[in-house]
C-alpha cells in the first residue's frame, strides 16, 4: 500500500489559489509606437479606442494549479510500503561451563549398549545433543579445571559450538577443579549481553580446590548480574578429596541465583537431566518487523516537469507556426 510521510504538507494546496486570487496579475511591458494624434484619427473613422484589460488564459491557469498540485503532492513524500519482514533474533544467552579436570577420566557412566565410558565421552554425547536443540539460543562454552577458559563465545553457529565441544580434553585445563573461577568467567562473558535472561549450566565431578574467587561469593555476584546458574554433579559425594563432588555448595549456587541443582550417576541420568534443563529454559525468541518503503515522489514531480515542458513546447511550436504563415502570406 502507498501512504503519505509528510500529509499535512498538503494543507499547502490553497496557497495556489490565493496567490492566483490576491496576487497582483503579471503585465508584460512591450514596445510601442507613440501616436501623438491617435485620438484625432480615431473619430475620423468612427472608432472609439478601448482600454485593453487583462487576459484570462484559462489553459494556463489550470496548468499551474496541476503542476502546484503535483509538487505539493510531491513534497507530502508518497511512499510505497510493503508487506513487513519478520525477522526472530533470540533473547537468551547460555553458557556450558565442563569440568575437565583429571577426575572426569574416571570410566563409570555406562552407554546405552553396555559399555563403559569416562565421564567426559558421557557429558559430551549429551552435550551435542542439547546444543543441536538449542537453535534459537546463542550458546557458549567455558571449560575449567585449575582454571577457567573460554572454549567458544556466545554464538549462534552450533555447528561450530559442536566441533570446539569434541576437541576438548581431559586435563586441557589443569587436574584440579576452578568451580569460582567458571562462575566468575561467565560474569565477565554475559554482564554487556543485551539479553534479558543469561543462564549458566555448570557441570562439575569434583570439589572446589583452586579458584580465586570463592564458588558461593560468585554465586551471589552472578545473581546480582542477573544470571542463573543450573548445577550439575557427576562425581562421587563419598569419595575423598579433590575427586568428592560437594553436593551441597552446588545446591547453595543454584539456589542463590534461582536455578536448580541436579544430580547425574550415569549417563541416562544425566540425558534426564539436559532434558529438564530444557524444559526450564524454554526456547524464547523476540520478532522483529521491517517493511521496505519505495519512494514515490518522483512520480508527481515527474508528470508536472513533462506538463511544463509539453505546454511550453506546444507554444514555440504554436509560435514558429504563425510566423511562418505570416511570412507565406507576405511572399
Known sequence: ???????????????????????????????????????????????????????????????????????VFALSRPVWVEPPLLHQQPTRDLMLAIDISQSMETRDYAQADGTQVDRLTAVKQVVKGFIEQRKDDRLGLIVFGSGAFTQAPLTLDHVSLALLLEQIGIGMAGPNTALGDAIGLTIRLLEKAPERDKVLILLTDGNDTSSVVAPLHAATMAAAAGIVVHTIGIGDP??????????????????RTGGRSFRAEDSQALQQVYQTLDTLTPHQVTTLTHQPRRDLFWIPLGVALLLLAGWHGLAALRTLWRRQSAVAKEA
Open 238 to 255: 563419598t569419595a575423598s578429596g579433590e575427586s568428592k563432588v560437594d553436593l551441597a555448595s552446588l545446591a547453595t549456587i543454584a539456589a
Open 1 to 71: 500500500m502507498w501512504r503519505l510521510d509528510y500529509p499535512w504538507l498538503l494543507a499547502l494546496l490553497p496557497l495556489g489559489w490565493l496567490a492566483w486570487h490576491y496576487l497582483p496579475a503579471y503585465r508584460e511591458r512591450q514596445r510601442a509606437l507613440r501616436v501623438p494624434f491617435f485620438n484625432a484619427l480615431s473619430q475620423a473613422i468612427g472608432q472609439t479606442p478601448k482600454t485593453q484589460g487583462l487576459r484570462r488564459d484559462v489553459p494556463q491557469l489550470c496548468l499551474n494549479m496541476a503542476v502546484w498540485v503535483l509538487l
